[in-house]
């Protein structure tokens, strides 16, 4: 990238600087650390320079944003043209408790709506089963059925907003509700817009809210992609991600590299089946984890979207639509703190910071008091003043990828490429993603940097403020989220309720068709958007699934 | 012939964050006690049946959804019922400051909440195991 | 009898696993019981299950047990995992992949550690295989720690021993060598649903074809796919086989008579090793001799020369 004379004066130099400067004052006053090494084990320099980067031609590998390699950015205006969605995960207790706050949250300006379901629904269980005791919306809304999912979105304009559901196992299903939902407000499921996680292979790795065994999750997936392209063009039927794969202990390069293995092993079940690349592609999309890491997580963002572009222009991808990588952020869960709860908000804008500047689509910021209860009124709101002063105030969406060119984030993008592509090897002598899931690889791989970085904590190697350092006194809390008692309850009659008022042979018949495609081979979604408009309940048409599928159950790995 | 501390840690309910769980695990098991883990998606009554079986001394309960305030009180319940008070009962996880008192006074020994260093969860349990 | 027996010999959970932390802990409390319950032991079929490390030992026992319990029978699983050489402590996680078999009053699990036993199994297992058998078990099953060449005790303990492979590991046939590959009564080629199946049929078939050729029975190589439920009646099928075979053939005394000199010579080693390094009165002489070794002032042969003749006097 430069030329070759000035280079060598640059070499030249630093040789010079390092022997004459640096070391001597190396000398008489050390540096902090022996060795200054990243969240994944990455050596960091003491300072980068051209000679770093010299490898690098520039319209090849950085290239220009909204073009191949997509280094810099996924749209030619990026956030200049259009910011980032502020998309914050919200659900608790019941559908109507779930909707005011949503009404809340878009009242105070976010743009694009995120819903988080409770541990039963997550695995397809309707408040009443054995297995929801105590669990009824306490990590998020308890949807069991159409009716819910009614009242979840009564009042917003589905046809305006977009909606992103972090459902896995299920994910079919209750994207089926939202779908007949829309249907039955008479807006064309040509036009309404959102994403449903749907991504089953970092369940298996990371997340754990699996039901069935690898193969039949496949299939249902790919269902989700033929429906979706065919039926509903706008959204995105699944976000391949990598955020839960970090907070079960992964190091960045970790996250992305086993990230965006599931993406192509999805990409490649898809051309299994016959399904044209250049039509299901452009409606993947990402979900990537900020963590405290500033640098290396925008040299991650990056690194996702050159890797990504590479890879699938090998598989065949001919339309720039089907390259470019599109990714909402979350800020790191596991970064927060129970200890001085406030000072989160600090860490949360440093977070959601690197994620704009790695050019996220669509971000969500954690609330201060997140590692104790779910979200407050007033905590997701600053919240969301945390993004749009980002927005607003800082200057920094003024242009498109500021930090390309750094020699440093250059470099880091760089090697967080080359390790990603050194797991990709790894993974394909182990005969692919799903027979490395089934041997442990992944899971043993986050085990072992979850324990690591427990260590350094827990040996004082590492720093957290507030919890092995910086410590204070003071137990008194922060007002939490308190949740209503009776809901539990009240679900539960509501589920009885429905039982009785549906038209029961009908429900019976869809669930006995869906159970035939099942043990069949056809596209399943059809079937089940029949069950769901009849009222039958998630249970219900899960239990269907799993008594064709089977459920998976999973080594013990630490 | 010098006696091994037995733990069972489980995971109660429908949480599937195993992160800490595993981590903790690990780190009993460098302290050199024997531990088994339950795996996901334990009932009270499954949780009881494998303390019974592996005559545990400790049963570590960690759960991260919300729901401990049924779940752990379920479990010192059964415990109480089938008159194994000498099993020692911890747990951790997202457990609000305020919900502690109660659990402790429901047979909850210790509660190891965010930021809690594996030495001290290790220190308690040698410290408060019956003999 | 004594009251804890007799509550074992009912069955009582509780009762079996306090007795089995007693032996496991070699407390002298447990010999009483212990020899209350031995007349009422021999009628359950002991199997030992070795093999590969991820060969999917602890799913096949899950379905290997859930069969049982289809024809009516009781069984008693004990699964053993190392124990770590440096802290002590062990992990014992193959519990997670037998969910299945949760809250059946008709199946008992009992995790255990190699406690510093070579071999692949622990020292007190002789002493659980009892109590299960004595509980009312028709079945117990050994799962040993997976295999390197030293893991062979089982056969030790075990009426009918199944080797457990997996295709696809091809050299894992080369590295198992002598030793394990030599033990089976029955090969199990288990995950028959992934590639290579037949090939690691043929090398094993050849292998048997070699050790069984002046055998009188032939050592039987079956396929499973145990997460898929596939291959299992076939396999308790050929274990009922196997013990009328044993019984035909008079090697189930043989078996019986071998699992009991292990059981005897167990509890002597373990009383000597107690006596000499853990009781106080010896345990003093036993670290000055260890110092003279050291200083060169006495060789080993001659302090053990001392020590036993102290004791045989």
């Known amino acids: 990238m430069y030329d070759k004379k000035e280079l060598n004066r640059i070499k030249e130099k630093k040789i010079d600087w390092e022997k004459n400067r640096y070391s001597k004052l190396v000398r008489i006053h050390p540096e902090r650390k022996d060795k200054f090494e990243n969240l994944s084990g990455t050596e960091i320099k003491n300072i980068y320079t051209p000679e770093d980067i010299e490898h690098l031609e520039y319209n090849k590998d950085i290239g220009f944003p909204g073009e191949y390699p997509f280094l810099r950015g996924v749209h030619s205006t990026m956030h200049r043209g259009r910011l980032w969605t502020m998309r914050q995960f919200a659900g608790f207790g019941s559908a109507e408790e779930t909707n005011e706050r949503y009404k809340y949250l878009l009242e105070h300006g976010e743009t694009g709506l995120s819903v988080a379901f409770d541990y039963p629904t997550l695995y397809g269980y309707d408040t009443d089963h054995l297995l929801a005791r105590g669990e009824f919306g306490k990590c998020g809304v308890a949807i069991s059925s159409l009716k819910d999912m009614e009242i979840l979105f009564d009042g917003i304009p589905v046809d305006d907003v977009t909606t992103s559901m972090t459902i896995n196992g299920p994910a079919a299903i209750v994207w089926a509700m939202y779908v007949a939902n829309a249907e039955n407000r008479g807006i064309s499921k040509k036009i309404i817009g959102g994403t449903i996680q749907n991504d089953i292979l970092k369940e298996y790795i990371a997340q754990k809210s699996f039901i069935f065994p690898p193969a039949p999750s496949m299939r249902l997936i790919v269902d989700t992609f033929e429906y979706g392209f065919k039926q509903v063009p706008r959204w995105n039927t699944i976000s391949i991600s990598g955020y839960h794969i970090r907070e079960a202990g992964s190091t960045a390069v970790q996250e992305l590299a086993f990230t965006l293995g599931d993406g192509i092993e999805y990409v490649k079940a898809a051309m299994k089946r016959g399904l044209d690349i250049d039509k299901f592609a452009p409606r993947l999309s990402f979900f990537f984890n900020a963590h405290n890491d500033f640098f290396e997580e925008i040299a991650k963002y990056r690194a996702a979207r050159r890797i990504w572009a590479k890879e699938l222009k090998k598989l065949g991808a001919k339309k720039s639509r089907s390259l470019l990588m599109r990714f909402h952020t979350q800020t790191a869960g596991c970064t927060l703190t129970a200890q001085q709860p406030e000072i989160n908000i600090v860490r949360v804008t440093m977070q959601a910071l690197s994620a704009v500047l790695g050019g996220t689509q669509s971000l969500h910021t954690n609330s201060m008091d997140e590692a104790l209860a779910l979200p407050s009124e007033k905590a997701v709101r600053i919240a969301l003043r945390t993004q749009q002063i980002i927005a607003e105030e800082s200057g920094v969406t003024d242009t498109i990828d500021p930090l390309g060119g750094s020699y440093y984030i250059e470099w880091l993008t760089d090697k967080m490429e080359e390790k990603t592509y050194e797991y990709f090897d790894r993974v394909e002598k182990l005969g692919g993603v799903i027979s490395a899931i089934e041997k442990g690889f992944f899971q043993r791989e986050i085990a072992e940097s979850a324990y690591k970085y427990q260590r350094e904590i827990d040996e004082n190697r590492r720093t957290i403020v507030g919890v092995n350092d910086y410590k204070i006194d003071d137990k008194r809390s922060i007002p939490l989220l308190k949740m209503d008692e009776e809901g539990e309850q009240r679900q539960i009659n509501r589920l009885e309720k429905l039982r009785k008022e549906r038209n029961n042979s009908k429900t019976e018949k869809n669930l006995k068709r869906l159970r035939k495609a099942a043990e069949g081979d056809e596209n399943m979604m059809p079937y089940i958007l029949d069950c769901v408009h009849s009222y039958a309940t998630l249970g219900e048409t899960c239990d269907v699934l799993r008594g064709v599928f089977g459920e998976y159950v999973e080594p013990a790995i630490y | ?131 | ?313």
């Open chain 3, 1 to 313: 009898m004594n009251d804890v027996a007799s509550k074992v010999l009912t069955g009582d959970p509780r009762s079996i696993a306090r007795l089995i932390t007693l032996v496991e802990n070699s407390s002298p409390e447990a010999a009483s019981t212990m020899k209350d319950i031995h007349p009422h032991t021999g009628n359950a079929h002991v199997i030992g299950i070795t093999g590969v490390m991820g060969g999917g030992k602890s799913t096949l026992i899950c379905e290997i047990t859930r069969e049982y319990r289809k024809q009516g029978k009781t069984v008693g699983i004990i699964a053993i995992d190392p124990t770590s050489p440096f802290s002590g402590g062990a992990l014992l996680g193959d519990r997670v992949r037998m969910v299945k078999l949760a809250m059946d009053e008709g199946v008992f699990i009992r995790s255990m550690g190699t406690r510093g036993m070579l071999g692949g199994l622990t020292s007190a297992v002789y002493d659980v295989v009892e109590i299960l058998d004595a509980s009312g078990k028709d079945v117990v099953i050994v799962e040993t720690v997976g295999v390197g060449q030293a893991e062979v005790d089982v056969i030790k303990v075990a009426d009918t021993t199944l080797v457990v492979l997996v295709p696809g590991l091809g050299d894992s046939i080369q590295t198992i060598k002598a030793g394990v590959m030599e033990i089976a009564d029955i090969y199990i080629i288990n995950k028959a649903d992934r590639p290579g199946v037949d090939q690691a049929v043929a090398e094993v078939e050849s292998l048997v074809d070699i050790e069984c050729s002046n055998r009188d029975r032939k050592i039987p190589v079956l396929t499973t796919s145990a997460k898929n439920g596939k291959g299992i009646v076939a396999l308790v099928d050929e274990i009922k086989k196997h013990k009328e075979y044993l019984k035909k053939s008079k090697e189930f005394d043989v078996q019986r008579r071998k699992r009991y000199e292990g059981e005897l010579v167990e509890i002597i080693r373990k009383r000597l090793m107690n006596f000499i390094f853990d009781e106080s009165k010896f345990k003093d002489k036993v670290e000055l001799l260890i110092d003279q070794i050291f200083k060169k002032e006495m060789d080993p042969y001659t302090a053990a020369d001392e020590i036993l003749g102290k004791i045989l006097k």
């Open chain 2, 1 to 131: 012939m010098e006696r091994k501390i037995r733990v069972l840690v489980a995971k109660p309910g429908l949480d599937g964050h195993d992160r800490g769980a595993k981590i903790v695990a690990r780190a009993l098991r460098n302290a050199g006690m024997e531990v088994i883990y339950t795996g996901l998606h334990q009932t009270a009554d499954m949780i009881v049946e494998t303390a019974v079986q592996e005559d545990v001394d400790v049963i570590g309960l960690s759960l991260l959804s919300g729901a401990h305030m049924t779940l752990f009180r379920d479990i010192t319940k059964l415990l109480k019922d089938k008159d194994m008070r000498d099993v020692l009962v911890v747990g951790g996880g997202v457990i609000p400051e305020e919900d502690v008192p109660v659990l402790k006074k429901a047979g909850v020994a210790g509660v190891f909440g965010p930021g809690t260093r594996t030495e001290d969860i290790v220190d308690f349990i040698r410290k408060n195991v019956k003999p």
